[in-house]
């Protein structure tokens, strides 16, 4: 596909996501989808697969963000299947404290479908506000609010 064509996906997907609409981005995941989190934060790897990204990353990240969660698109560039996407969360976890990262991700393309996305972020922030992903899945299965 063309840039310009991956870069009108990933804008659809991207406005969704400012509305809190995961659905387009859900829809766009190939089965064997890489979720690649930079840095040093106890959330930072790879999450390898449709499967483990919904289980290992949005599910804990669910689970301490209060509502839905809102990403929303500051600029977009494209190069043939690659499109950089700068962009600011705007969140709350269930504690009541403000999350709202900033982002450089970089997603690569593969057929009108996303197949890898590298996510850069400010790792101090999401330690110091969001913590153990494990923390949150747990405390979420043993109904504590987290």
Not at 9 to 20: G, L, N, W
Not at 26 to 50: Q, T
Not at 78 to 95: F, K, L, P
Request: net charge negative.
């Amino acid at each position: 596909m063309s840039a310009a064509a991956n870069k009108k996906i990933v804008q659809h997907i991207f406005d969704a996501m400012a509305e809190s609409n995961s659905a387009p981005l859900l829809e766009s995941l190939a089965d064997d989808f890489r979720f690649v989190v930079m840095g040093s934060s106890k959330w930072s790897r790879s999450y390898d697969g449709k499967a483990a990204l919904l289980a290992e990353l949005f599910a804990p990240l669910r689970a301490k963000i209060e509502g839905r969660i809102t990403t929303i698109p500051v600029r977009l560039i494209a190069e043939g299947d690659t499109v950089v996407v700068q962009a600011r969360g705007r969140n709350t976890t269930r504690e009541g404290e403000a999350y709202n990262n900033v982002y450089c991700n970089v997603l690569r393309l593969e057929g009108g479908r996303l197949k890898e996305w590298i996510e850069y972020c400010d790792t101090a922030l999401v330690d110091a506000v969001l913590g153990d992903p494990a923390d949150a899945v747990a405390a979420a299965g043993s109904g504590r609010s987290t």
